[in-house]
């Protein structure tokens, strides 16, 4: 028996817990923030947003400062899935990994379908790729017993790539001009990170450290600052036993990352304003790519993959899960937050208008594909029992 297996299984359980209860409270704070931003508080919300401290706004502080620990914490759960988690092996890959590929690619497709006219828009063609794994195990946490927790298992293997495929298209394709002397010192620091790390120091505090040093470098370096993140918690080790640094750092930010970190991102940034929003803004090219994109992209990109997959037999279905169970969390893939967001605002940094377009096809999309989700799997049969 693997000694280190039980450990595994209690950190994936308290993720799943985490994420799941911070999506229902990621929830409140959106809904809350589309409150305030149609009330009287509205011009006081936006001023407050654009109000500088020091040399960054409000809201950059918020998208590229505090989202650090987010993508760190991202990071920290990419390597442990694929070191010793649901990601350590091919066979456990494979359909998870298969379907995130399905699920970023069609919805990218169905958006450029829309917007293939518009040469600005298009710049927005990743914001439906992106699945948002606190709402949607938010909203699978709602079903209880109902859902095979296999299948909790494999969205969140799922959206965890999903992430990664994010992180990959945000360094890519939403960088701004490149600095090379902040890129090379950046490039130093990660080193030094990395040596640290073969040379088996174990104490925490000095990759902490050097990380805040990453994370300016990144920030002028033109790399989107969020990735400084990601590169730290790489280099962080992950030993064997209680004593991981990895798994310590990880277990101090799930619950702050969860309840605080995320909702206030999602409340400085969901406030879309629906003053003169009329059935143009409704049916914008824009609008419709990105709600389409995660509605019907999602579900037919995750369950055509998923489909392949076990029809040649290459992997076989998350245990006791039927069709409709698949079907119902392809259909929560679809719910796109966080991360869309977060695209949404990079690709149209300098267009409010754009934006509000995007926050609208993130919530009109999200929203019908939770709860016809929901509806699905509320009237799944069963799941099927193995012995």
């Keep these: 028996m693997n000694p280190r297996r039980p450990h595994a299984l209690s950190t994936l359980r308290n993720f799943l817990n985490s994420e799941a209860s911070g999506g229902l409270v990621l929830m409140g704070f959106a809904a809350l923030a589309i409150i305030v931003a149609n009330s009287a508080l509205a011009p006081g919300y936006f001023a407050a947003l654009h109000a500088y401290l020091g040399p960054l706004s409000v809201s950059h502080w918020v998208n590229d400062g505090l989202m650090v620990v987010f993508f760190l914490l991202v990071g920290l759960e990419i390597k442990r899935e694929m070191l010793e988690g649901q990601l350590s092996s091919w066979s456990r890959r494979i359909l998870p990994g298969v379907a995130a590929m399905g699920g970023m690619l069609v919805p990218a497709l169905i958006y450029v379908a829309f917007n293939r006219a518009d040469p600005v828009a298009m710049r927005g ?21 109902r859902v095979p927790a296999s299948l909790k298992v494999f969205l969140a293997a799922l959206a965890i790539i999903d992430d990664l495929g994010a992180v990959v298209i945000i360094a890519l394709f939403y960088s701004g001009a490149l600095s090379l002397p902040h890129l090379l010192g950046a490039a130093a620091v990660l080193a030094i990170l990395v040596a640290m790390n073969l040379r088996g120091v174990r104490v925490l ?60 991102f999602g409340f400085a940034n969901a406030g879309v304003s629906f003053a003169g929003a009329g059935m143009e803004t409704v049916l914008a090219p824009l609008t419709l790519g990105v709600g389409f994109g995660l509605l019907l992209g999602k579900v037919i990109g995750v369950m055509g993959a ?3 997959m076990v029809g040649l037999r290459v992997a076989p279905m998350p245990m006791g899960a039927r069709w409709q169970h698949m079907l119902g969390t392809a259909l929560l893939c679809g719910i796109g937050f966080t991360m869309s967001l977060f695209i949404g605002l990079l690709a149209f940094a300098d267009s409010p208008l754009l934006q509000s377009e995007v926050k609208f096809g993130i919530i009109g999309g999200s929203a019908l594909a939770g709860i016809l989700g929901c509806l699905v799997l509320f009237t799944a049969p069963p799941a099927r029992h193995h012995v």
């Design 125 to 145: 063609w990743a914001i439906p790729t992106a699945t948002d794994i606190a709402f949607a195990l938010g909203v699978l946490s709602l079903l209880g017993p």
């Design 205 to 264: 505090w000095p990759y902490l450290l050097l990380g805040v040093v990453l994370w300016f470098l990144v920030l002028q370096s033109g790399v989107h600052a969020t990735i400084a993140g990601v590169l730290l918690a790489l280099t962080i080790p992950m030993r064997a036993g209680d004593a991981s640094p990895l798994l310590s750092l990880e277990h101090v930010l799930q619950r702050p990352v969860a309840f605080v970190i995320v909702p206030i």
């Design 306 to 308: 998923v489909g392949l």
